[in-house]
């Protein structure tokens, strides 16, 4: 039945999009690689039978999608889901441009919405620009601070998933505090996991070369958590292999990874941040299943 419902999403997604009545942006858009709709199944299983749900899913996606857009030309990424991206495909100005019309077309039927719904959603997107600034700012020079790192996955990864589950439980009638909580900490998590699966993951299932992060200029979590154990000498030595797409620079920070246990210490930070997701929605077997997914994804 869920499946059923991410078709409809899916049809109303292009729905929103035709009526901008213009075969170019059309174009662009078919080719834009889709991904899991981690946020509208969310919101599904807050919030399944109301008769907005699947345009308020919609609104969510086309939120998500144009920050990839933006995402994928701020760091120069030719790949998206294995997929040639879609400024590869189309050049860096009109993949900026089909992000701010997913933009302006989702804040446009946020009009017909809650006020309250309206407003969270528009002021996440607020925190998503701030946190690609600061991850911008950020990739500068390496950067072990482990505050500024959750501030900036707070606002960049977290806000966005935290907004969802607020506004799928204002139009349900339920506790919306309690849902932003339970959101905001599943995607502190949920960014986390994906930082670790860039270190430790399989190339094939990632659609880019593992380590690809640290080679770009990010400084993640397992990174910042292995630099606090290194000797001084060795964290020169990290340091140095910032931005390096080096083989014998990957395999000098995996040994190190390794000895270290830093994949474990990372893991239980996830962990940690899943169990404040699910202390804040006790009991509901949906929304806790979502948690053990996000977290325990394939290595």
Not at 34 to 54: A, E, N, Q, T, Y
Not at 111 to 120: G, H, N, P, S, V
């Amino acid at each position: 039945m869920k499946e059923e419902k991410l078709k409809q999403i899916h049809t109303q997604i292009f729905s929103f999009i035709q009526e901008l009545k213009d075969q170019s942006i059309e174009n662009f858009f078919s080719q834009f690689q889709s991904g899991k709709m981690l946020r509208s199944k969310l919101m599904l299983s807050i919030c399944f039978d109301h008769p907005d749900i699947v345009k308020l899913c919609a609104i969510v996606e086309m939120i998500q999608n144009a920050s990839l857009l933006h995402d994928d030309v701020i760091d120069d990424s030719l790949l998206r889901r294995g997929e040639p991206s879609i400024n590869a495909l189309f050049g860096n100005k009109n993949a900026i441009m089909l992000g701010d019309v997913l933009y302006s077309k989702a804040f446009y039927e946020l009009l017909f919405f809650d006020r309250e719904i309206a407003k969270t959603l528009s002021d996440c997107v607020v925190r998503l620009s701030r946190g690609e600034i600061n991850d911008v700012v950020m990739a500068q020079a390496f950067c072990p601070d482990k505050a500024r790192y959750f501030a900036m996955i707070e606002d960049k990864t977290a806000s966005l998933i935290a907004s969802s589950a607020k506004s799928a439980a204002i139009l349900a009638g339920l506790d919306a505090k309690q849902y932003y909580t339970y959101g905001l900490n599943l995607g502190i998590a949920f960014q986390i996991v994906d930082d670790l699966l860039d270190v430790f993951g399989n190339e094939r299932q990632l659609g880019k070369p593992a380590m690809n992060d640290f080679a770009e200029g990010k400084t993640t979590l397992p990174y910042i958590l292995l630099y606090a154990k290194l000797s001084k000498s060795d964290q020169e030595i990290l340091q140095s292999f910032f931005k390096n797409q080096d083989s014998k620079a990957k395999e000098w920070i995996i040994n190190k990874m390794q000895e270290f246990e830093i994949f474990k210490d990372t893991q239980k930070v996830a962990l940690d941040f899943g169990m404040q997701a699910l202390e804040a929605i006790k009991g509901d077997e949906s929304l806790e299943k979502i948690v053990r997914e996000m977290i325990f994804r394939e290595f």
